[in-house]
């Protein structure tokens, strides 16, 4: 069965600091997988990798994947308390009937 | 502002009633997704449609069951509400149906069963 985790499932910073997120996967026919920020209520997009070792970057936040371990990581530098959200971690699979996995989310606390 | 609308915002009802939740994708969008998110869970795939023909299927209940209509609007219709269906159930929306890439969420229809 097709399995996405995420780890931590929660942590607490502080504003300045440096995070890092991991989304490891067990996927059939992986195609894609996307990082989405959850703060009050609708996830919004982060990243879509689809390649191996190519690094995606916006602003302070940047993602890579690695589909040989089968895992991504999301690092957020010099951390701000706006990036206090959930963070989702989901899949999708090349199959017949498409549909995106997601992790339970790391849920990220910056305080000041 | 994803483009992506949800209705009711939140519903209040009893064990064993039925409830519909509607949604609007964004203008263009094709693919209608229905997700439940219970509290501190990720988000469980429900159902998918593809312009108005259902394209894959999660752990939907079979009491749960779904439609996209002509002009693109879907609805979520579940019967014999149990408490453990109390959660806020998201629709997103996308352009196509393979090669998924991006969705976009409505906020989210909180359900409350008592």
């Known amino acids: 069965e097709d399995k996405v985790v995420q780890s931590p499932l929660s942590l607490v910073v502080h504003e300045g600091d440096t995070v890092t997120l991991n989304c490891s996967y067990e996927?059939?026919?992986?195609?894609?997988l996307l990082w989405y920020k959850q703060e009050k209520k609708a996830p919004t997009f982060l990243f879509m990798l689809?390649?191996?070792?190519i690094e995606k970057k916006s602003g302070r936040l940047s993602s890579i994947l690695d589909k040989k371990e089968l895992f991504s990581i999301l690092n957020i530098t010099a951390t701000q308390t706006g990036d206090s959200a959930v963070y989702l971690c989901?899949?999708?699979?090349?199959?017949?009937?498409?549909?995106?996995?997601f992790g339970a989310g790391t849920r990220l606390t910056v305080k000041p | 502002d994803s483009g992506v609308t949800q209705t009711p915002k939140h519903l209040i009802t009893a064990t064993g009633q039925r409830v519909t939740l509607r949604c609007s994708p964004r203008?263009?969008?094709?693919?209608v997704y229905w997700y439940q998110q219970s509290l501190d869970q990720g988000l469980q795939f429900l159902i998918q449609?593809?312009?108005?023909?259902?394209?894959a299927k999660g752990n939907i209940l079979e009491r749960f069951s779904a439609q996209q209509f002509p002009d693109l609007h879907s609805e979520l219709n579940l019967s014999s509400l149990e408490l453990g269906d109390s959660a806020l159930y998201f629709c997103?929306?996308?352009?196509?149906?393979?090669?998924?890439?991006?969705?976009?969420f409505g906020e989210g229809s909180r359900l409350t069963v008592l």
């Open positions: 997103a929306s996308s352009f196509r149906t393979g090669a998924t890439g991006e969705l976009f």
């Open positions: 989901a899949v999708e699979a090349r199959k017949n009937n498409n549909d995106m996995r």
């Open positions: 449609y593809y312009n108005g023909e259902e394209r």
């Open positions: 996927v059939t026919n992986f195609r894609s």
């Open positions: 203008s263009g969008d094709l693919s």
């Open positions: 689809t390649s191996s070792g």
